[in-house]
């Protein structure tokens, strides 16, 4: 069975850093084809694709809002993909959800309509990001 656990979330004011962390059991880190990323949905608002990182090759990518600003990194060692966020915006709350699945097309969507119900085939129970103006 595979499980993501994250961890990281909080409150911070705009301008301001955090680091989001992603513990991932029964998934396979050292496949080719082993993915994992971040999407987040604010309330009221659609569940959006962050950035994704090739676990074997290192290869990322980044939506456009938060390209500079947030870096996706993993730990091959620990099974652990983390996303660390810097510059935060107003406009970056939301619940942040890890997700993982065996090739790129189930990271596809870059906009769902709700987090875990479509997409990559395993997600994280989210975390929370506030940042305050």
């Known amino acids: 069975e595979v499980q993501l656990v994250e961890s990281g979330g909080g409150s911070v004011e705009a301008g301001g850093s955090l680091r989001l962390s992603c513990t991932a059991s029964?998934?396979?880190?050292?496949?080719?084809?082993?993915?994992m990323g971040w999407y987040r949905q604010a309330p009221g608002k659609s569940c959006d694709l962050v950035s994704t990182i090739n676990i074997r090759r290192g290869t990322t990518t980044y939506s456009d809002p938060v390209k500079g600003r947030f870096t996706i990194s993993e730990d091959y060692a620990k099974n652990t993909v983390y996303l660390q966020m810097n510059n935060l915006k107003p406009d970056d709350t939301a619940v942040y959800y890890c997700?993982?699945?065996?090739?790129?097309?189930?990271?596809?969507?870059?906009?769902?309509?709700?987090?875990?119900?479509?997409?990559?085939?395993?997600w994280g129970q989210g975390t929370g990001v506030s940042v305050s103006s």
């Open positions: 029964g998934f396979g880190f050292g496949f080719e084809d082993s993915y």
């Open positions: 997700a993982a699945a065996y090739g790129d097309h189930l990271f596809g969507a870059t906009r769902l309509t709700s987090c875990t119900l479509a997409g990559p085939k395993y």
